[in-house]
């Protein structure tokens, strides 16, 4: 028998939270149900190429960009998963212009979701993942709005991600300790693997699109370069870059150093959505002992005013991201 049977599972880890939080277990029903759409996810990550599913479907998102078939196959997935679930009053996706609502608008929590993070590494059979972030509703009595959803990052009651790399991951915190759990598909249970996650505090890589050198300001050019020639105060780093945002913040979060999606000069807002990627790993990595900035503030600070907000990120070990503000500030 495997030594990591003797390991908590996921439903073990949620019943020893609510216990200590005298909670009525409805966050957990929550996150259970996550785990749920990414185990479906999974499966069709892994049977995409046999199923038609690589490629793009023809269409665009909100922001323009062009859907991949998987994509709006996860994104379904969620809404479905969700659909009969009554302690969620409705889920915003990036996929979508406007939240999805259920009919169950007398719910605690709404939640947030980038469906399917990296799906350009579909075709190229690279890792992809599932951000998410949980909300309590400002007020249960009054009907479901767009401003539950328009946040606050340090309002976030929980957050996370899956992986679906060469193991298919759950990583999530509920402001507590930040925990890893890996499945095991032959028995579609998730088992504890990395308890109380915290960043390493020396060592790692700095992962940049480096490719983007000449979209950048100045600034943002300089302090790439500095930690490229190891000149910076939180020592030297190695240069990693996978292209899926989940894929990256991982291997920060398990080997250190700093992942990096600046503002360009004519988009100094950046790509990446702050509701559906920044803000969900940033409470992420507060509560693994790391930071995350836009360069001037800190993300969990930042109030979106827009469901597709975009912003700069600098996230990882909380001396990497301090240094990087440093080096923007001159």
């Known amino acids: 028998m495997a030594d990591y049977v003797k390991h908590l599972t996921l439903s073990d880890q949620f019943f020893r939270e609510q216990g200590s939080r005298g909670a009525t277990g409805e966050l957990s029903t929550i996150l259970n149900r996550v785990t749920l759409a990414g185990r479906l996810i999974a499966n069709n990550v892994l049977r995409a190429g046999l199923e038609g599913r690589l490629g793009k479907t023809g269409g665009v998102n909100v922001q323009g960009e062009e859907v991949k078939k998987l994509d709006e196959v996860s994104n379904e997935i969620f809404k479905e998963v969700f659909d009969r679930v009554p302690v969620v009053a409705g889920l915003a996706s990036e996929e979508m212009d406007d939240p999805h609502l259920f009919a169950h608008t007398d719910a605690k929590y709404v939640l947030l979701h980038d469906p399917l993070d990296g799906s350009g590494n579909v075709d190229v059979d690279g890792s992809m993942g599932t951000i998410f972030s949980v909300h309590r509703r400002l007020d249960v009595a009054k009907p479901v709005g767009l401003a539950d959803f328009l946040r606050r990052g340090s309002e976030q009651v929980a957050a996370g991600y899956l992986l679906y790399g060469p193991a298919t991951m759950f990583v999530y915190t509920v402001g507590g300790p930040v925990h890893g759990f890996t499945l095991d598909r032959s028995v579609g249970s998730f088992f504890l693997t990395h308890p ?93 002992g790391g930071l995350a900035s836009d360069g001037t503030s800190e993300i969990l600070d930042v109030t979106a005013t827009k469901l597709h907000q ?21």
């Open 196 to 288: 109380e996650l915290r960043f390493p505090q020396s060592g790692g890589a700095y992962s940049v699109n480096e490719a983007n050198q000449a979209k950048w300001t100045p600034a943002v050019q300089g302090m790439v370069q500095a930690f490229r020639e190891g000149r910076t105060q939180c020592g030297a780093r190695s240069a990693r870059y996978v292209g899926a945002l989940v894929a990256d913040f991982h291997r920060t979060l398990i080997q250190g150093g700093v992942y990096m999606y600046p503002g360009e000069v004519k988009k100094p807002e950046g790509k990446l959505r702050l509701l559906f990627e920044a803000a969900p790993l940033a409470f992420v990595a507060k509560h693994a």
């Open 310 to 330: 975009r912003s700069p990120l600098y996230i990882g070990a909380a001396q990497d991201v301090a240094e990087v503000v440093r080096l923007l500030r001159g």
